[in-house]
């Protein structure tokens, strides 16, 4: 048996069904975001898609990035012009979504801060349960960093963002990072395990800047335990959804350690939160599950002297940036993509504005 899924249910048939669940949600999410891009203005459209190579999950596979580009991007004297650029990750649940789930994000880096987008297509579970989407998205930040050059991207000056699970990898890859980025210079100690992440000093650090929408930051904080901190229960995501989504990544059940840093960033060490990016943005919602976790790994960061930019969006549920509405774009996403907007460029152009 070839396909992933295969080789997860020869002792849990149980997969299977989270399979086929999986595949027809992510159908309907699809015709979701197909409506959420047709209205006006209409986000850009990928200027070019590469596939590269897994090295560090322990399933090899291939990862798609697709790439939004500024206008200029290219254009007759601008050849030698090297961006800054964005690693995105989607939302989903690590479950479902596609890396063009967020091309009105990154039609707003790309118009208003001068900055190219990656998008990542992470192997999403269950075919690929976790670490897999963390382990992908390391590897997509170092496939461009090792090739920034050729792609015309300022290897200085790359950042990462996401969305709800996505949001969560915006955290944990830079995490994920740091190991990878020892094991490649050669220097593995003996006693390291995968969930106990080396740190390397911070001249070494390749990601300069973190942009999290609504993330998860607490897996190891029942579930029902979060639920109960969402002051609009009406608004929260489905219990079907979300049961499916913990079912599919977090397996096998007993083997996963909740607290790991490449899962929940909420609790990991200071000495690891030490080793995230200086500028951090997180804006989180007021009607969701994961807003507590969200102010509370906020406050340890700030105490950490890292400078972040945080806000609570008011009375929007989750996922509120991403609304099916074919007749016109979501204004409050607008103009909270451009207050983010204006915080990347200032990281990375030294705060000269690109915006009237």
Not at 15 to 38: D, N, S
Not at 235 to 245: A, H, I, Q
Not at 304 to 309: E, H, N, Q, V
Request: net charge neutral.
């Amino acid at each position: 048996m070839s396909h992933p899924i295969a080789r997860a249910i020869k002792n849990d048939p149980f997969r299977w069904t989270l399979y086929f669940q999986a595949v027809f949600w992510r159908t309907l999410m699809g015709i979701g975001m197909f409506l959420h891009k047709i209205a006006y203005p209409r986000p850009f459209k990928p200027r070019f898609v590469k596939y590269i190579d897994t090295t560090l999950a322990a399933m090899p596979g291939r990862v798609r990035l697709v790439f939004y580009t500024p206008k200029g991007y290219g254009a007759p004297g601008n050849e030698d012009k090297k961006y800054p650029c964005i690693v995105n990750f989607h939302g989903g649940g690590f479950t479902m979504g596609t890396a063009t789930d967020d091309c009105r994000w990154a039609t707003a880096v790309c118009e208003q801060a001068d900055t190219m987008v990656c998008s990542v297509d992470y192997r999403r579970a269950p075919e690929h349960p976790f670490p897999t989407a963390v382990e992908d998205g390391a590897d997509a930040v170092m496939w461009i960093w090792d090739h920034a050059d050729e792609l015309g991207i300022d290897g200085d000056r790359i950042g990462v963002s996401g969305s709800s699970a996505g949001g969560n990898m915006a955290f944990t890859v830079p995490l994920r990072l740091q190991d990878a980025l020892l094991r490649r210079r050669g220097a593995e100690p003996p006693h390291l395990s995968s969930d106990a992440p080396v740190v390397l000093s911070h001249e070494h650090r390749a990601v300069k800047l973190i942009v999290a929408w609504y993330p998860s930051t607490d897996f190891a904080n029942p579930r029902e335990e979060r639920r109960k901190t969402n002051t609009r229960p009406d608004k929260e995501l489905p219990r079907f959804f979300t049961k499916m989504f913990d079912a599919s990544y977090l397996h096998p059940p007993k083997e996963v350690k909740l607290d790991s840093p490449y899962l929940s960033p909420g609790v990991a060490s200071d000495e690891l939160l030490n080793f995230l990016p200086d500028e951090i943005l997180m804006y989180t919602c007021e009607w969701d599950e994961l807003l507590a976790e969200g102010k509370r790994f906020k406050d340890r960061v700030q105490r950490l002297g890292k400078t972040i930019k945080y806000r609570m969006i008011e009375a929007v549920p989750h996922g509120w940036d991403k609304s099916p509405n074919p007749f016109k774009a979501d204004a409050v996403a607008q103009e909270v993509y451009t207050e983010a907007c204006k915080e990347v460029k200032r990281v990375f152009h030294g705060g000269q504005s690109l915006v009237p």
